[in-house]
Structures are given as structure tokens and as C-alpha cells.
């Protein structure tokens, strides 16, 4: 099965940016579609972000315009790039990818936004 590894998490202070990286141990393409989701303290996991096998993509609205999901079949990864953090952005990012029936999961990056 293919795994995910998610990087790129860190400690930002509000207005920075950051890219997330989800690196799959296989190919991508066989997903149709790939996803970032993330979870705050206290709070339910939400989806942030999706890039269909056809580049087609979706976010929330609450991160529309600052962010972009972006994809690099040859290297097998899918990328989220922040812009405009704000201190309500602090959650554990994961990675997702589906395939019908199947879903897999990353482990989480946390990206903490200071004030």
C-alpha cells in the first residue's frame, strides 16, 4: 500500500508563508484525487484543499486565496503552499489520497501560526 509523508511544518509568525509537502511512496496517478486536510486542538479535522489526477482543484473557503495545492507526478508528491498565515491556520496538517473505497493517510505536520 502507498504510504504518505508529509514535511514542511514549522513555527511562522502571522503573515508568513510555508510550503507542506506530502511525498508518496508510490505513484500518485492512481489516486483520484489528493487532498490536504487539517485539525486543530479541541476542533474536527477539516478539509483545506483538493487536486483531482486531472489537475482540477478545490479549497476551503476559509483559506481560498492564500492557499494553493499543487502537484508534481514525477516526483510523486503534492504540495500546499500558505501564504497569509493567521494565527487561526495552527493545526496538524495531513495529507490524503483516494481511490474509490480506499483512503490513505499521512501522519501530520504541525504548523503552529503566531500573533
Known amino acids: 500500500q502507498v504510504q504518505l509523508v508529509e514535511s514542511g511544518g514549522g513555527l511562522v509568525q502571522a503573515g508568513g508563508s510555508l510550503r507542506l509537502s506530502c511525498a508518496a511512496s508510490g505513484s500518485i496517478l492512481v489516486f483520484n484525487v489528493m487532498g490536504w486536510y487539517r485539525q486543530a486542538p479541541g476542533k474536527q479535522r477539516e478539509l483545506v484543499a483538493t487536486?483531482?489526477?486531472?489537475?482540477?482543484?478545490n479549497s476551503a473557503d476559509s483559506v481560498k486565496g492564500r492557499f494553493t495545492i499543487s502537484r508534481d507526478n514525477a516526483k510523486n508528491t503534492v504540495y500546499l503552499q500558505m501564504n497569509s498565515l493567521k494565527p487561526e491556520d495552527t493545526a496538524v496538517y495531513y495529507c490524503?489520497?483516494?481511490?474509490?473505497?480506499?483512503?490513505?493517510w499521512g501522519q501530520g505536520t504541525l504548523v503552529t501560526v503566531s500573533s
Open positions: 487536486i483531482t489526477r486531472g489537475g482540477s482543484t
Open positions: 490524503n489520497a483516494k481511490l474509490l473505497s480506499l483512503e490513505v
